[in-house]
Nanobody, 125 residues
Framework: QVQLVESGGGLVQPGGSLRLSCAAS????????INWFRQAPGKEREGVSC????????YYTDSVKGRFTISRDNAKNTVYLQMNSLKPEDTAVYYC??????????????????WGQGTQVTVSS
């Protein structure tokens, strides 16, 4: 069964850190680029970061550059998103997804074949 499962979300104070994990099963995560998205209440889903299949190309949306770090451990079939210096505006449900391509590309949501169930990140004092 093909699955992406996110974990690591929670409640954190502004300036704090969280590390999200995206674990894959049923397919070889190392074959594909993996994206992190987020969706805040009342807002459209937003692309946050992407890592190519081997990790050689990495992208971040401007609002998280310098604060978030994406990484992958293909041996563990897992991608991570380290989030530091969190701000209230980072509050959202975070999803990992893949369009089953090796490179990061700007694609419509319908192009992503596999999505995780999401993990809630809340940044609040």
């Amino acid at each position: 069964q093909v699955q992406l499962v996110e974990s690591g979300g929670g409640l954190v104070q502004p300036g704090g850190s969280l590390r999200l994990s995206c674990a894959a099963s049923g397919f070889t995560l190392g074959d594909y680029a993996i994206n992190w998205f987020r969706q805040a209440p009342g807002k459209e889903r937003e692309g946050v970061s992407c890592t190519s299949s081997r990790g050689g190309s990495i992208y971040y949306t401007d609002s998280v550059k310098g604060r978030f770090t994406i990484s992958r451990d293909n041996a563990k079939n897992t991608v991570y998103l380290q989030m530091n210096s969190l701000k209230p505006e980072d509050t959202a449900v975070y999803y990992c997804a893949t369009a089953r391509r090796p490179f990061c590309m700007v694609l419509p949501a319908r192009a992503y074949d596999y999505w995780g169930q999401g993990t809630q990140v809340t940044v609040s004092s």
